[in-house]
């Protein structure tokens, strides 16, 4: 099976185009960021398939360039996918976004290329979440590729980062958060990369769902295993009870997979992106017949630490994880339903979802810090490469900063070279909250105004 989530973001036949979507409350949509990269006009727009609001991002970035796309090579994505911001310029450059910190979000990136640069030239380069590497994005092909991470931001913004690795010009077509309860997807330390989400016994003919149809706008695809199972489906609604933090779609859990042959376990095989990583998955099960029979069934292996036996209840959600991560031992994952001796059914498997554990160690730089020159840096209207965080990761330091790193909490600026600048204005009394900075060179500029006491602490001082 790919990762690509093409299917999700055409406009094919089977994709319910729901006029009332046209009219959907953007009260469902509450914490809901969807940017539009690209996109040139001021004004959001309804996306007419999902209803979704999205926004220019003009407001989250100050750098790289607005590009559309040709009609011809949309292939019928969705219109966000219609555009794209493209960075010929700098090394790193980065959206900041204001978050809720301690929040859980789900923070999708997609990329759609379409030849947007007429180059015919399919670029590789990096996605950074702050300072850390997220994920490498390599389009093999002319779809579209997204990445996604389960993340709980430290701070009230986030950075999303696209860095040139020397293999073409990075680009961007959509960014989107999508706040998620804190008491789902728990691991243990580290955040979660998303490597596969699948809706087993999916309707013949569907290719998938997201929102409305997911209120999480999780994207579930399609996974049938046409030879080896059958399909069990429920014109009944299956809701997620009000206190269950993933929030299930009925549409997904209405419909479930079973063995052709009664005796058989129920078997995905699927390769991971890295066998040397950890990973955790969650299994979703409702009982969509009503039995006059027993279906009791385990979930073999490490994804659930041997789980069951267990009866899914009729049209009501279990999930079923492990609360440790699980490592594939360098094999594909094999997750196994099997059924109990005593059961006179097959098992049964509705929905499911694998992750993999990224742990992000490096450190953003301390709050006070980042505040001060953040504010020195709108202030003065600094270009230079000003992009991200300021002292990490250390190979991206901002030009004409100096970092301490020996704090591993967070670094700290300890010097500023702004000499010939171009600054006019007076010195501006936010560079004394650089609570460690020693060293200052505001030389060679038009500043004007008294000189600020504050300036008198430091040991390398050049002003004039
Ligand atoms: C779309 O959402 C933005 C904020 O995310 C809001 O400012 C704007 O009014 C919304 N657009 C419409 C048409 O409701
Ligand atoms: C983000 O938050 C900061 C601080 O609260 C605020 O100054 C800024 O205007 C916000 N940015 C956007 C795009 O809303
Ligand atoms: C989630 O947890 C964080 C910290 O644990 C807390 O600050 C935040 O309010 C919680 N959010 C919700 C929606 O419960
Ligand atoms: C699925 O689509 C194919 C081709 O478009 C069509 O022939 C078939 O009848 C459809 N099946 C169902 C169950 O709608
Ligand atoms: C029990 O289920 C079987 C198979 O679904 C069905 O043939 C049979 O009529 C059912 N019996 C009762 C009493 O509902
Ligand atoms: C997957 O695990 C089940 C149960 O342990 C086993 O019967 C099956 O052969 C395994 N499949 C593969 C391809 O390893
Ligand atoms: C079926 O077997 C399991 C153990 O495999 C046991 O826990 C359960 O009580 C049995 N159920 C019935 C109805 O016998
Ligand atoms: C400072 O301003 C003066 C007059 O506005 C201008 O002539 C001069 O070139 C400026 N110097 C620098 C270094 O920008
Ligand atoms: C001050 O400048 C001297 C000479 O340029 C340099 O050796 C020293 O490290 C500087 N001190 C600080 C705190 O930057």
Redesign the pocket.
């Known amino acids: 099976m790919s990762w690509t989530s093409k299917q999700l973001l055409f406009l094919v036949a089977g994709f319910a185009l729901n006029l009332m979507l046209l009219v959907h409350s ?1 009260d469902d949509q509450s914490g ?3 940017i539009d990269c690209g996109f040139q006009r001021d ?4 996306e007419k398939t999902t209803g979704i ?1 999205y ?1 220019s991002d003009a407001t989250f970035i100050d750098t790289g360039e607005s590009k559309s796309l040709l009609p011809s090579n949309m292939n019928n994505y969705q219109q966000p996918y219609g555009s794209v911001r493209s960075f010929p310029e700098g090394a790193r450059n980065c959206y900041k976004i204001n978050v809720t910190r301690g929040n859980k979000y789900l923070i999708r990136a997609g990329f759609l290329y379409g030849n947007y640069d007429g180059q015919d030239k399919i670029p590789e380069f990096e996605l950074h979440l702050g300072p850390n590497l997220w994920d490498t994005v390599s389009l093999e092909t002319y779809e579209s590729t997204t990445k996604e991470i389960i993340y709980v931001p430290l701070r009230n913004y986030i950075h999303v980062c696209l860095v040139n690795t020397g293999s073409g010009v990075p680009f961007i077509s959509v960014l989107e958060l999508r706040p998620l309860h804190n008491a789902s997807y728990q691991p243990k330390t580290g955040s979660l990369a998303f490597v596969s989400r699948y809706d087993t016994g999916q309707r013949p003919n569907r290719t998938g769902y997201r929102y409305p149809d997911d209120i999480l706008d999780r994207f579930w695809y399609a996974y049938d295993d046409l030879d080896d199972w059958t399909q069990l489906n429920t014109l009944s609604t299956i809701n997620s009870e009000s206190d269950d933090p993933y929030q299930l779609p009925s549409v997904v859990m209405s419909t479930a997979s079973t063995t052709k042959n009664p005796s058989d376990s129920l078997s995905i095989v699927l390769s991971l992106p890295d066998k040397d990583a950890e990973y955790y998955s969650y299994l979703h099960f409702a009982e969509v017949e009503k039995l006059n029979q027993s279906r009791l069934q385990y979930v073999l292996g490490d994804v659930a630490g041997n789980f069951g036996p267990f009866a899914p209840q009729y049209l009501s959600i279990n999930t079923i994880y492990d609360t440790n991560a699980w490592s594939s031992g360098g094999k594909d994952v094999n997750i196994s339903i099997t059924r109990a001796e005593n059961s006179t059914l097959p098992p049964i498997l509705n929905a499911f979802e694998i992750y993999m554990v990224k742990h992000f160690v490096e450190a953003e730089t301390n709050q006070g810090d980042v505040d001060a020159i953040s504010y020195i840096k709108s202030t003065y209207k600094i270009k230079r490469n000003w992009q991200g965080d300021p002292c990490a990761p250390q190979h991206f330091v901002w030009e004409g900063v100096k970092c301490n790193y020996q704090d591993l909490e967070s670094p700290r600026i300890i010097s500023l070279d702004l000499s010939s600048s171009g600054l006019t204005g007076e010195i501006a009394a936010s560079i004394s909250n650089l609570a460690m900075i020693r060293s200052l060179d505001l030389s060679n500029n038009n500043l004007t105004g008294p000189i600020p006491d504050f300036l008198s602490k430091f040991q390398n001082l050049t002003v004039l």
């Not at 004004?43 to 309804?46: I, L, M, N, T």
Request: charged fraction near 0%; glycine fraction near 10%; hydrophobic fraction near 30%.
């Open positions: 953007q809901f960021i969807s004004s959001g727009y309804f609001n926004t």
